[in-house]
């Protein structure tokens, strides 16, 4: 699981649920029940803690959310083991170091980790590594020489899941077109130092879960599920949703510099999305409601329309204007356009949108974040004409103090609803209609639902089982319990309608990697 350490009822839902003994789960897709048992080993995915890491932070956000649910445990204790996200290197990795790499014991989870990587041998030729990316930079020399000695100890028949803190295969294929640096090389060179032992890949750093499978041929042509490739997203420990819609795509083609498979084209077909894009894009709606979502963001925008007509398009006061409202509106444009001051301050406004503009491709950000920034001043100067008009101008206006504060007082209203209005639109179709600004759309939403994490199990005879498990509402009433040796101190509070989507459920059917058919 990652992507955790967020708002406390997010985090502490997956908290609870994921340090249960046993876990009654159902999957909807079969009408199958199914019993898993908490996990031997943890593994945390990335961005332990948001928004930036520091030790109050994760003490807040991280520490106490788990500590209620399972501050201690029985013998054999289960293992905790963590990989950094870019949020966890926002302080240069110190308050990660000092919590996973220095402690022997997370809560009731021992913590055997002494660096920012791993690798841990697991039962029946499986192996689990943790990689840490260092903000989105190749893997360091001393991280490639301690893959390379653990590659030693492999033997043949061996095989690898590799967590990594992002979905370098996304990223590939969303800006790999548009930016050469986005590319799948850290990933692929480690499946050649492991020779191309890795099956499963997990990563966080996207809040959804998102799966894409590989199924290669055998000698005789016909399809080898024990030798299937998984590339799994699962960023649902707690913090705010993203979209699953962002990406079009239902193959993925892995973006190399270096072909390291020879002549096996690996095209990954996509599987499954939670929610589904369908829903997601549902969701995508809430951006049409963007000022009830997000009050404060207006103070931003107040303030910018208030300098552009005060400041930037002349006297707010024109005495000289006569006639109708659209003869104003000439009037005060023509004057606008005539001022090379005026005319500054606007290209620097919708150089500023321009910037803001999420987006790899040229052109779309030449032509999207123009047209934003240019929406926002034609909004501005209107909001200016209609507050002139309506408190009144021409020769005989004569404004006064109160006047001048009625003025700037409706400026600042009116840039606080239109502007958050405008920005909401935009964000609706910029990621509806174009796939861009996932992450400035879904944050504004501020979803805490929708939440997973996967338990993963292996049989004596090496076959591995992957449960991604999901809970579509996240709990947001807890209830205080007796104290006992090792369980949770809060307990879901729910009512009878809200059982069935606050329950954990399976998010598609068990992903089954057989034994190996041959060595």
């Known amino acids: ?7 406390f009822n997010s985090t502490y839902t997956i908290a609870y649920y994921l340090s249960r003994p046993r876990l009654h789960i159902e999957d909807f897709e079969s009408n199958t029940s199914y019993s898993t048992l908490r996990g031997d080993i943890l593994i945390f995915g990335g961005d332990q803690v948001y928004p930036t890491a520091n030790r109050k932070e994760y003490n807040h956000r991280l520490i106490t959310p788990y500590h209620l649910a399972m501050g201690c445990s029985m013998d054999p204790h289960p293992q905790l ?6 949020h966890d290197w926002y302080d240069g990795l110190v308050s990660f170091t000092r919590l996973f790499c220095s402690r022997k014991w997370f809560n009731g ?15 029946h030729n499986w192996w689990l590594l943790g990689t840490d990316v260092q903000l989105n930079s190749d893997i360091d020399g001393p991280q490639v020489q ?4 653990l590659a030693e100890h492999m033997r043949e028949g061996d095989r690898v899941i590799l967590c990594n803190a992002e979905p370098y295969w996304v990223s590939s294929n969303k800006y790999g077109a548009y930016d050469s640096t ?19 890949y997990i990563a966080g750093d996207q809040h959804h879960y998102r799966r894409f499978e590989f199924i290669p041929n055998d000698l005789d042509g016909q399809p080898d599920h024990s030798r299937k490739v998984e590339k799994i997203t699962a960023g649902g420990g707690g913090a705010f949703l993203h979209p699953t819609h962002d990406l079009s795509e239902r193959l993925l083609e892995e973006r190399v510099t270096e072909d390291i498979y020879g002549k096996e084209e690996r095209l990954f077909e996509r599987k499954k999305d939670f929610p589904d894009e ?5 969701l995508c709606r809430g951006n049409l409601r963007f000022l009830q979502k997000n009050k404060t963001f207006g103070i931003v925008t107040a303030i910018l329309y208030l300098f552009m007509t005060l400041f930037v398009m002349g006297n707010p006061v024109p005495t000289a204007i006569k006639g109708t409202f659209s003869e104003m509106l000439v009037s005060l444009l023509s004057g606008i356009v005539h001022s090379s001051r005026s005319m500054f301050w606007i290209l620097i406004v919708v150089g500023g949108f321009w910037l803001f503009t999420d987006t790899h491709s040229r052109r779309y950000k030449w032509i999207a974040g123009s047209l934003h920034g240019l929406c926002h001043v034609a909004a501005a100067f209107l909001i200016r004409c209609g507050v002139m008009f309506t408190i009144g101008v021409g020769p005989d206006a004569d404004w006064g103090f109160g006047d001048h504060m009625l003025a700037v007082l409706l400026i600042g209203i009116g840039g606080w609803v239109v502007g958050s209005c405008l920005m909401g639109f935009y964000l609706y179709l910029s990621l509806n209609v174009f796939g861009r600004h996932s992450n400035e759309a879904f944050s504004a939403l501020k979803i805490e639902d929708w939440k997973n994490f996967m338990r993963i199990h292996i049989d004596k005879e090496g076959g591995l ?21 090792a369980g949770p101190l809060l307990e879901p509070d729910l009512r009878e ?22 060595p």
């Open 146 to 149: 301690y893959f390379e000695r």
């Open 109 to 123: 989870w021992q913590s055997p980790q002494q660096k920012s990587y791993f690798g841990i041998k697991l039962p």
């Open 278 to 282: 369908k829903t997601s894009r549902q």
């Open 465 to 485: 089982t992957i449960y991604p498990i999901g809970v579509e509402k996240i709990v947001r009433r807890w209830k205080a319990v007796p104290i006992t040796a």
């Open 182 to 200: 986005y590319n799948e090389n850290n990933l692929c060179f480690l499946d050649k130092l492991l020779k191309k032992r890795i099956q499963i």
């Open 497 to 518: 309608n809200e059982q069935k989507k606050a329950a954990p459920r399976l998010i598609e059917s068990p992903i089954v990697i057989q034994p190996l058919s041959r």
């Open 81 to 86: 083991f963590a990989i950094p996200g870019n």
């Open 1 to 7: 699981m990652s992507d955790l350490g967020d708002g």
